[in-house]
């Protein structure tokens, strides 16, 4: 299917273990996003790619790495996952900045660390 | 630096009421600005955008918004509720120059029949 997909759409983990999520984007958008949605934090952006190869840090990398191999793939890891990062996960695409800047989302992945 | 404050984050409307939804905006360059739409187990959709070509931005399912530089506001309103509106609705600013979004902490619409 065309556009944005995530999986899994739900993970239960424990604490110390390690946790990959996946974003998949069939367009050939430039820049993904990843981002955590919390209670009264809205949205916070985690980490951001501007192309394959290159990443960069956003307000909240604590805990997270990610990569960006492939254009249309982003995935998210949780090296040591902790219950403060319990948290619906969103990531994002996107192909231009400035005026014609649209972030398309997918629909989310629900983590609970117990 | 952006950031985006939404005051209030429940509103409650009866149907067929007017929404109007708060947002106001910190931006140290002309900012962008947005409003997506959460259905509850979904990914955000967008609203409507801002991007200085008219101050009025009619946007999907009857939205719009009106940027006011002097308030530096961009609050959404639409005339009649409907129970399809419930919701949580988030605005965000980007830079002119960039393509980092910063959204507020979201406000939740319900609908009462």
């Known amino acids: 299917d065309a556009g944005i997909t995530q999986s899994p759409r739900y993970k239960i983990t424990e604490t110390g273990r390690q946790v990959t999520l996946m974003c998949h984007q069939t367009w050939s958008h430039s820049y993904m996003f990843w981002y955590r949605q919390d209670l009264g934090h809205g949205l916070r952006l985690i980490y951001y790619s501007a192309a394959a190869d290159i990443t960069d840090k956003g307000e909240v990398p604590d805990g997270y790495v990610v990569s960006r191999s492939k254009t249309e793939n982003f995935p998210l890891t949780l090296e040591s996952a902790t219950r403060s990062q319990t948290s619906v996960y969103f990531c994002?695409?996107?192909?231009?900045?400035?005026?014609?800047?649209?972030?398309?989302f997918g629909a989310g992945t629900r983590l609970s660390v117990l | 630096a952006q950031s985006v404050t939404q005051l209030g984050s429940h509103v409650s409307v009866s149907e067929g009421a007017l929404v109007l939804l708060r947002c106001n905006y910190s931006?140290?360059?002309?900012?962008?600005l947005f409003w997506y739409v959460q259905y509850p187990n979904q990914g955000l959709q967008l609203l409507l955008k801002?991007?200085?070509?008219?101050?009025l931005v009619k946007g999907i399912n009857g939205f719009e918004a009106e940027f006011k530089k002097s308030e530096t506001s961009f609050h959404l309103t639409k005339p009649s509720a409907h129970m399809s509106d419930a919701a949580e609705y988030f605005c965000?600013?980007?830079?002119?120059?960039?393509?980092?979004?910063?959204f507020g902490t979201g406000t939740s619409l319900t609908v009462i029949p």
């Open positions: 931006s140290s360059v002309p900012p962008y």
């Open positions: 801002y991007t200085s070509a008219a101050t």
């Open positions: 965000a600013v980007s830079a002119n120059t960039g393509n980092q979004f910063y």
């Open positions: 994002a695409s996107s192909d231009y900045i400035g005026v014609k800047n649209i972030q398309y």
